[in-house]
């Protein structure tokens, strides 16, 4: 029965619990570690140009990833990206070629707004309980702002760092836009296309090379929904500049229009 739910629902994991995220907040991808393990967030892949690591993305359905816009400047070839699956960027527990890179018809690098893009994959991906499909919300759907959620990724470990082999996890915070456009924090910077998380006191945070990839939060039913799409930050782990995602809400009938999902 375990398997077939992995087959027809989205946004389950092999760990369904929550891994008491309140305590895992210390842990962060930029300037600590906690790894996790194949399994932990099968949604998870690794997009890569010429096979180097490049951006996170979020597997949305059997063909299609959603990313971020920037990871694609001057890098629109499909035929040279790649993306791979599984906690561990060598090996790789599953790889597929890029058919087709769709970036949002709004986004102009280098600004931040409208940072989406879609991959759509040359082969579909068979799921099982290590590879499958995030959860996408309804357009109307709200995220209550203080939840916890969790944000993975290959990125550095600290700001410019080397990146890790095994996929990084960490706890934050969604801050609501108000707090995140005050003038010691974006000075008015954040769009309704942005959403914001982390700590004001920083230490927990997204960095290179995790852009693009999910910044989830479980509902109820320990079903994991994709709220945002790691875009950009002032550096990485700074006081006072939490990482800024793209909302996932405000593209929900865009990745529609585009993919039929």
Known sequence: MLSLSFLTV??????????????SS???????????????????ASLQ???IHRCGATLISNTWLVSAAHCFRDMTHPEKWTA?????????SLKRSVKRIIIH????????????????LSKRVE???????????????????????????????TNDGPAPNTLQEATVKLI???????????????????????????????CQGDSGGP?????????????????WGDECGKPNKPGVYTRVTYFRDWITTKTGI
């Open 10 to 23: 989205c946004g389950l994991r092999q760990n369904r619990s929550v891994k008491s995220m309140a305590k």
């Open 26 to 44: 210390s842990l962060r991808i930029a300037g600590g570690l906690s790894s996790a393990e194949t399994g932990d967030w099968p949604w998870q």
């Open 49 to 51: 140009y010429n096979n």
């Open 84 to 92: 791979t699956f599984g906690a561990l960027l060598k090996p790789p």
């Open 105 to 120: 018809e709004n986004y102009l690098y280098p600004e931040h707004d409208y940072d989406i893009a879609l991959v759509q």
């Open 127 to 157: 799921f099982t309980s290590s590879v499958h499909r995030v959860c996408l919300p309804e357009p109307s759907q709200t995220f209550p702002y203080n939840i916890y959620a969790v944000i993975t990724g290959w990125g550095a470990l």
């Open 176 to 206: 609501d836009s108000e707090t995140c456009n005050r003038e010691e924090v974006y000075d008015g910077d954040i769009t309704p296309r942005m959403l914001c998380a982390g700590y004001l006191e920083g230490g927990v945070d997204a």
């Open 215 to 231: 910044l989830v939060t479980p509902d109820s039913r320990l079903m994991w929904y994709l709220v945002g799409i790691v875009s």
